[in-house]
């Protein structure tokens, strides 16, 4: 059943290598309060910093990471089988017409303009 299963466009994929940096990138503080305690006096932190004393959550970073993990996968279009995608397909038509009428039996030209 596995064996089965495809992705249509798998490059997508390697979007999950910028998606996984930038959650490390978050969970380490990267992005947060950090570079305001490298020039601040730290008296002055708890006053200029709004966050709650020793609590940090993880949540907008599970959440970033199974959004973003749910945004790839589809990107990269999952199905169960596999269709066949032709290289190259003609799709204009041939189209013939004949003028039937009268003015086709007149007989300046041989035997006829029909026949002809």
């Keep these: 059943m596995m064996a089965e299963f495809h992705f249509l466009r798998p490059w997508w994929l390697l979007a999950l290598l910028p998606l996984c940096l930038l ?3 978050q969970l380490h503080g990267r992005f947060s309060h950090s570079r305001w305690e490298q020039v601040c006096d730290p008296a ?3 006053y200029i910093l709004n966050r709650q004393a020793g609590k940090k959550t993880r ?5 970033l990471a199974l959004c973003g993990l749910l945004i790839i996968i589809a990107m990269a279009g999952p199905v169960w ?3 066949p995608q032709p290289a ?3 799709d204009s038509a041939l189209v013939i017409v004949f003028d039937l009428s009268r003015s086709m039996d ?3 030209l041989q035997p006829s303009r029909l026949v002809r």
Excluded: G, I, S
């Design 23 to 25: 959650c490390w990138a």
């Design 44 to 46: 002055l932190l708890p």
């Design 59 to 63: 949540l907008p970073v599970f959440l």
């Design 81 to 83: 089988e596999r269709l």
């Design 88 to 90: 190259f397909r003609n």
């Design 106 to 108: 007149a007989t300046d």
